[in-house]
Structures are given as C-alpha cells and as structure tokens.
C-alpha cells in the first residue's frame, strides 16, 4: 500500500508498541433528503455550527487519527474546504476534501481513492452522526490494531423485529416471522478497516450495499462488533434532528458554555 516515493508518516507508539496511522473518510456527499428540503443534510446546522463540522470534530478528536477526508457534495467541495478553514480543529490533524458520487458507496470510494499512502487503518464516518463520543471511535480503532480487519459499533435492538412480505400500497403487511433479536444489532459508524482489506473490497464487490461492512462479510472476513452508543444515532428524519439538538444542548451545559 506504501509508496516509498512519497514521504511517509511516522507510525505511532502507544504505551511502547508501534501502531498503525489511522485516517479518517467522512462521507458527507448525501442530499437528505428523507430530512426534508434544504441544504444538503452535511451542511446544515446543529446548534449553529454544520454537521459536517461536528463530525469532522468527533473524528479528530482521537488522538489516533491524524487524517481526515471529507467527501464533500458534489457542489459544495470549496464550501467545504472554506468552512474547515473557518471552524477550530486541531492542528495535529490534516484535511482533505474531494467532492462525492452519487450513492454512499460511490462517495466512500472516491475518499478512499484520495487517502496518501502511509495511513493503514481507516475509519468511515457518516457525517450524518455528528455526535458520536470518542470512547466509541477509540474503541473502534483499538480492535482494528488488536488485529480485526473490519469493526461495527452495535447496539441491541429496543423494538421487537417482525418480518413481513410486501403487500399493494395501502394493503396490511402480512407477518411472516419475528427474529430472535438477541442476536440483532442495529450498526453505527465509524467503521474501522484494515485499509487494504477495505479497499480491495470497494474494488470488487459491486451491487448496493448500505454499509462499509457488509463488503467485507461479502468477501468472506472476519467482521466484528464494538459496543456502540446511544449518541452515535444518525440523523435521518426531522426527529432525529430535535433530538440531536437536545443532546447537544446538555453537553454544552455539561460542559459549562
Ligand atoms: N451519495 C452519497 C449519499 C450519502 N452519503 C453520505 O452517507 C452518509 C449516510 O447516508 P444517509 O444518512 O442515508 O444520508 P443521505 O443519503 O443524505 O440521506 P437520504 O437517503 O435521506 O437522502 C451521510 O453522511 C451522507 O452524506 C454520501 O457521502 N454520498
Ligand atoms: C453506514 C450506516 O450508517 C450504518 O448504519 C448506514 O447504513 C448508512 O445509512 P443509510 O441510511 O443506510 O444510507
């Protein structure tokens, strides 16, 4: 994966074992458009700063991570890279934007495709989950360097799961089975990969998937699971949005500003 031309990172040490540089890609490139008309979803605000930007900020502040790529909307690329340019973010860590395709899978490409050599883990957050705390990113990240080529944040379910056939619109769904959801969990992001495993997955399995993970399951690799948290929710509908606020408006009262 290394290009010995190009100039390369030095690897980390943590407590005297070298690890692994990590980046980050941030898919920001959706429209949102089950969130209602608007800008798109990356751009809009939360507590009067972008999603975007408390995304980015979730990422960088593991200590662990050192790059970040931003898949931008198409569009919005340069208004990206202006409001990286006017928002606080640590110095130790570095920026890249690249504007995004046209489905999830496409954007997370096109982030993978700019990542420079030197970086062998990555993680892929959603910009959609502004508020995901750091313990969840680190924990991601440790499993990764203990040796998992692919990790899920998971939560169990807390609604009972049926499963249905189709019916005519407007028809009852008939249920036909209702899982065992002990042995469900709803997924999160970041996902965390061995970068050569992750890339070689983009580059072959074709068809739509929802997640980053599910590539690896096709290719036959291990994935794993990391508890999750509760603040991790995207944000996908107009609720979601009011409970994001609420969130975040007792942090900062947590946190005293
Ligand atoms: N072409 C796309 C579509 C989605 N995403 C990103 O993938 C993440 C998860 O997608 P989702 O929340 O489903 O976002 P949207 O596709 O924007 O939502 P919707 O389906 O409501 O339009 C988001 O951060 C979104 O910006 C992306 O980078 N490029
Ligand atoms: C990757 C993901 O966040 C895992 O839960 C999710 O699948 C992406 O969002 P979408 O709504 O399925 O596009």
Do not use: W, Y
Request: charged content about 20%.
């Amino acid at each position: 994966m290394s290009d010995a031309s190009l100039p390369q990172p030095p690897a980390q040490t943590v407590s005297g074992r070298t690890t692994a540089r990590t980046a980050a890609v941030i898919p920001a490139a959706g429209r949102g458009v089950r969130l209602g008309p608007g800008a798109p979803k990356a751009l809009r605000t939360l507590g009067g700063t972008p999603m975007l930007i408390h995304a980015v900020r979730a990422m960088a502040a593991s200590r662990a991570v050192s790059l970040v790529v931003v898949v931008a909307p198409p569009e919005g690329a340069a208004e990206v890279r202006t409001l990286l340019d006017a928002h606080a973010l640590p110095d130790r860590t570095e920026f890249v934007v690249v504007p995004g395709g046209e489905t999830r899978q496409e954007s997370v490409k096109l982030g993978l495709d700019a990542l420079p050599p030197g970086f062998d883990i990555v993680l892929v957050h959603d910009a959609a989950r502004p508020l995901v705390p750091v313990d969840t990113v680190d924990a991601v990240v440790e499993a990764v360097r203990d040796g998992a080529p692919a990790v899920v944040p998971a939560l169990p379910l807390a609604d009972t799961v049926k499963q249905v056939e189709p019916a005519a619109p407007g028809e009852p769904e008939p249920v036909v089975a209702t899982p065992d959801r002990s042995l469900l969990r709803a997924v999160q992001t970041p996902q965390g990969f061995d970068r050569d495993t992750l890339v070689r997955a983009h580059g072959t399995v074709t068809g739509d998937v929802t997640d980053d993970a599910s590539m690896i399951e096709q290719l036959d690799l291990a994935v794993v699971t990391v508890p999750g948290h509760e603040e991790a929710f995207k944000v996908t509908r107009p609720l979601d949005l009011v409970l994001a606020e609420a969130v975040l408006a007792r942090r900062r009262l947590n946190d005293g500003f």
